[in-house]
């Protein structure tokens, strides 16, 4: 596995081969493990890129304290079998002020969007730049993020990027809690009364299950399970090709959910595919143990 830190060097790499992208923004966790495996089943070649991304915090602060375990990010790397970890400094990324970025319209405009003003320019812009830079096949994200799914979709169908975007089921602890990076700042007691999250989702799943496909009822469902959150922000149910508000599952869907549990702002969602006619939910993928 090679360590590079310029977009020259990771295509210098390639050498011909399917390159499949995983971009993170490090501190690795067993989702992020489950994106590079899946890529690695899939490419001749794999590329993660670690690189914490400036534009899309809304706050200095929570730049600031986002968690950079690059040694053991490397490891995780390392054990998925990736070919080269790229690891850009700011410079790199952006050698100049930046007088040209990526905007998603009408994708950006419900949930995540007026919670984080600029932050879905800021992935959009940074996912470009990396999609340019290591010119990859496939490129590889979380369901966990559905929104951010979607916008990255549409931009690489408007920008006619030659790029295949392949989403992967969320990865969920024993308890059911999403893996995400902002775990850790959670105490015991505000991680059990996360689980609300997942719980009240995993309930609305198993309701579609039943057979119920309304909007309103399937987020009345939801909530129900949400009382310990400190802040519930939205449950909504949307479209998976660009974030529209459904009012009942007619399409391929998902049902997303934003809150705080003390100081810690936490997102999660399941998805609901359409087979044949059929609703079927992605509950994501279980640990056996927790992490």
């Excluded at 081969?17 to 890529?39: I, K, Q």
């Excluded at 053991?72 to 040209?100: I, K, N, Q």
Aim: glycine share 8%; aromatic share 6%.
């Amino acid at each position: 596995m090679k360590v590079v830190g310029t977009f020259a060097e990771v295509r210098a790499e390639q050498r011909g081969a399917a390159v499949g992208l995983v971009p993170t923004m490090g501190a690795l966790h067993a989702g992020h493990r489950s994106l590079l495996d899946a890529a690695r089943s899939s490419v001749a070649h794999v590329v993660a890129s670690v690189f914490v991304n400036p534009l899309q915090f809304n706050e200095a602060s929570d730049l600031e304290r986002y968690p950079r375990p690059f040694e053991a990010d490397l490891e995780v790397c390392r054990e998925a079998g990736v070919d080269v970890v790229f690891h850009p400094s700011v410079e790199e990324m952006f050698p100049r002020p930046m007088r040209t970025t990526v905007s998603v319209a009408e994708v950006v405009d419900r949930m995540e969007g007026p919670s984080r003003p600029g932050h879905f320019d800021g992935v959009a812009t940074v996912v470009a730049k990396l999609l340019a830079g290591v010119q990859p096949d496939r490129a590889f994200f979380g369901r966990k993020d559905a929104q951010q799914v979607a916008v990255i979709r549409t931009m690489t169908a408007d920008l006619n990027f030659p790029v295949e975007i392949v989403p992967c089921p969320t990865v969920r602890d024993r308890d059911g809690l999403a893996l995400s990076s902002r775990n850790v700042f959670l105490s015991d007691d505000e991680r059990r009364r996360a689980l609300g999250l997942s719980r009240g989702l995993l309930a609305a799943a198993d309701a579609v299950g039943g057979g119920e496909l309304d909007a309103s009822r399937l987020e009345i469902i939801a909530r129900a399970e949400m009382s310990d959150v400190d802040h519930l922000e939205y449950v909504e149910l949307a479209a998976q090709a660009d974030a529209a508000r459904l009012i009942a599952i007619d399409r391929p869907a998902f049902l997303a959910v934003a809150g705080r549990v003390g100081r810690t702002r936490l997102i999660d969602n399941v998805a609901f595919d359409v087979m044949d006619g059929v609703v079927v939910p992605d509950r994501g993928i279980r640990r056996d143990v927790e992490s």
